[in-house]
């Protein structure tokens, strides 16, 4: 109760993404009781998975947890569970964790559950084809990418061997851009020496998309770089290559003259598509508010819901103005909403659009190679690196993680050795298990294609 007895707004946010970490925070000094609620105990900075999946940074390092970032603002509760009710007209979020099931009743409600893996309604790929999404995705992959090279080392069949050796990244936006660069200096620098009976620099790296461009949205210049760059590495850059197939060994793909060809290809990387979370269609069934194709929430010009000024929809999850799925949207859409919940809880009426302003975008090829689109500056190679290096530096959240981060980065940028190349058969095996255990027990998941 606050001095005057009056209850405390109750603020529910939903993930500690991008999204819901950032609302949280920026409520601050509110006068209001936040719960945030993740089916995770981190907040995760996506952007740098594929440096955990190949052996850069350990897992901590770009998740630290939830309750010690928030532990000094005494306004929220980490509560740890799967949210998977929301009860508009109650106005309740259900969410359970083990065989505990906790109803949080809200007066305002932030949804920031982010998007997962499309596998544009093939969701048996996935099995064959992890994708990138969370730190069990990258240490899955760091598992299977390492693995490959054990492998490797004892097969004598050469057909096998070569199989064991190309490696095929779907998807030539970012995220595929990074983990094929990563594979082929991976290949070439950092396991020299360590094999006997092959040479791990004749690694075939093949980068994947349907699309006719390599980082299609950073416009003609740049793309044309990062395909030459990506191609100086030794990477095959396939564009006008669709995938109709994967299994254990290999892909099947479909060129742009219809015809079809197989790669031989034990690791399969996932990196093409994605789709909100289904909490959000939850929602949008329930005000009456519509989807897009990848079931985002169309949200008002000021992240709310029709008739609901009391639901915001932010990050990956909200369509509006055709803004990308990128954190700066994410944060900008969190700080956004913070204000007019803060407004809200003084009982004050607001509608205020969001405004959004871009800040460029950027990836990285390999080490010392980048490209930035930054409005009409166009940055490559060393100096667009060195301005990626920074903004991750500056956004990783908290000072231990920035610290250790950049000892691991010396490590391998400047010399040629990667820190965290541990993996366990767990990691590598234990989805695929679960997921037919689970669905022996209880038939196909629900959610169509989507792996959340
Ligand atoms: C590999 C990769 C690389 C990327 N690189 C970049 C980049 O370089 N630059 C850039 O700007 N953006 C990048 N992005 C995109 C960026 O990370 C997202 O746009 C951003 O994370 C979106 O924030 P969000 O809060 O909407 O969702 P998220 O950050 O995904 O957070 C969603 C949270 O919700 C939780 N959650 C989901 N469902 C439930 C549930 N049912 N119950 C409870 N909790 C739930 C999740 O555990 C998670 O913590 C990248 C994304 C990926 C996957």
């Given at each position: 109760?606050?001095?005057?007895?009056?209850?405390?707004?109750?603020?529910?946010?939903?993930?500690?993404?991008?999204?819901?970490?950032?609302?949280?925070?920026?409520?601050?000094?509110?006068?209001?009781?936040?719960t945030?609620?993740?089916?995770?105990?981190?907040?995760?900075?996506?952007?740098?998975?594929?440096?955990?999946?190949?052996?850069?940074?350990?897992?901590?390092?770009?998740?630290?947890?939830?309750?010690?970032?928030?532990?000094?603002?005494?306004?929220?509760?980490?509560?740890?569970?799967?949210?998977?009710d929301?009860?508009?007209?109650?106005?309740?979020?259900?969410?359970?964790?083990l065989?505990?099931?906790?109803?949080?009743?809200?007066?305002?409600?932030?949804?920031?559950?982010?998007s997962?893996?499309?596998?544009?309604?093939?969701?048996?790929?996935?099995?064959?084809?992890?994708?990138?999404?969370?730190?069990?995705?990258?240490?899955?992959l760091?598992?299977?990418?390492?693995?490959?090279?054990?492998?490797?080392?004892?097969?004598?069949?050469?057909?096998?061997?070569?199989?064991?050796?190309?490696?095929?990244?779907?998807?030539?936006?970012?995220?595929?851009?990074?983990?094929?660069?990563?594979?082929?200096?991976?290949?070439?620098?950092?396991?020299?020496?360590?094999?006997?009976?092959?040479?791990?620099?004749?690694?075939?790296?093949?980068?994947?998309?349907?699309?006719?461009a390599?980082?299609?949205?950073?416009?003609?210049?740049?793309?044309?770089?990062?395909?030459?760059?990506?191609?100086?590495?030794?990477?095959?850059?396939?564009?006008?290559?669709?995938?109709?197939?994967?299994?254990?060994?290999g892909?099947?793909?479909?060129?742009?003259?219809?015809?079809?060809?197989?790669?031989?290809?034990?690791?399969?990387?996932?990196?093409?598509?994605?789709?909100a979370?289904?909490?959000?269609?939850?929602v949008?069934?329930?005000?009456?508010?519509?989807?897009?194709?990848?079931?985002?929430?169309?949200?008002?010009?000021?992240?709310?819901l029709?008739?609901?000024?009391?639901?915001?929809?932010?990050?990956?999850?909200?369509?509006?103005?055709?803004?990308?799925?990128?954190?700066?949207?994410?944060?900008?859409?969190?700080?956004?909403?913070a204000r007019?919940?803060?407004?809200?809880?003084?009982?004050?009426?607001?509608?205020?659009?969001?405004?959004?302003?871009?800040?460029?975008?950027?990836?990285?090829?390999?080490?010392?190679?980048?490209?930035?689109?930054?409005?009409?500056?166009?940055?490559?190679g060393?100096?667009?690196?060195?301005?990626?290096?920074?903004?991750?530096?500056?956004?990783?959240?908290?000072?231990?993680?920035?610290?250790?981060?950049?000892?691991?980065?010396?490590?391998?940028?400047?010399?040629?050795?990667?820190?965290?190349?541990?993996?366990?058969?767990?990691?590598?095996?234990?989805?695929?298990?679960?997921?037919?255990l689970?669905a022996?027990?209880?038939?196909?998941r629900?959610?169509?294609?989507?792996?959340?």
């Open positions: 109760m606050s001095r005057t007895d009056q209850p405390k707004h109750r603020v529910v946010v939903i993930g500690s993404g991008f999204g819901g970490l950032f609302a949280t925070k920026a409520l601050r000094r509110a006068d209001v009781e936040v945030l609620i993740d089916r995770t105990t981190h907040h995760l900075f996506q952007p740098l998975l594929y440096q955990v999946a190949t052996g850069i940074l350990s897992e901590g390092e770009i998740a630290p947890p939830i309750r010690d970032v928030l532990r000094r603002q005494k306004n929220v509760r980490v509560v740890l569970g799967d949210v998977h929301i009860d508009v007209a109650a106005r309740t979020v259900t969410s359970t964790i065989d505990r099931t906790t109803v949080t009743p809200y007066d305002s409600l932030v949804v920031a559950a982010g997962g893996q499309s596998y544009f309604g093939n969701d048996r790929f996935a099995e064959f084809a992890p994708g990138m999404k969370t730190i069990d995705d990258a240490l899955e760091r598992g299977r990418i390492f693995g490959a090279y054990e492998m490797a080392e004892i097969e004598t069949d050469p057909l096998a061997l070569d199989a064991w050796l190309t490696f095929v990244v779907v998807g030539a936006g970012p995220t595929g851009v990074e983990m094929a660069g990563q594979i082929a200096e991976l290949s070439r620098r950092t396991l020299k020496g360590n094999f006997r009976t092959f040479d791990p620099s004749t690694t075939r790296v093949v980068l994947l998309d349907a699309a006719g390599v980082l299609g949205t950073f416009g003609d210049a740049l793309s044309t770089h990062a395909q030459h760059e990506l191609e100086d590495m030794g990477v095959e850059v396939q564009l006008g290559a669709k995938v109709v197939d994967v299994d254990a060994e892909i099947e793909v479909e060129d742009v003259d219809g015809s079809r060809r197989r790669i031989e290809a034990r690791t399969k990387i996932w990196a093409a598509g994605v789709a979370s289904p909490l959000g269609r939850m949008a069934e329930q005000t009456g508010a519509e989807l897009d194709r990848s079931g985002r929430v169309a949200v008002l010009p000021d992240l709310t029709p008739e609901h000024p009391e639901i915001s929809v932010i990050g990956d999850m909200m369509a509006l103005d055709g803004l990308p799925g990128v954190s700066p949207v994410a944060i900008q859409g969190a700080r956004h909403v007019q919940i803060a407004a809200r809880a003084k009982g004050e009426q607001t509608s205020t659009p969001f405004r959004y302003r871009d800040k460029g975008s950027m990836a990285t090829i390999s080490r010392f190679r980048a490209v930035a689109s930054i409005g009409r500056l166009h940055l490559r060393f100096i667009a690196w060195v301005a990626w290096l920074a903004v991750h530096l500056i956004y990783l959240t908290a000072f231990k993680n920035r610290f250790t981060a950049l000892l691991h980065w010396a490590v391998s940028f400047v010399g040629r050795g990667r820190s965290e190349r541990t993996s366990t058969w767990q990691q590598v095996s234990a989805r695929t298990r679960l997921q037919r689970e022996g027990a209880t038939g196909p629900p959610g169509g294609s989507v792996r959340d």
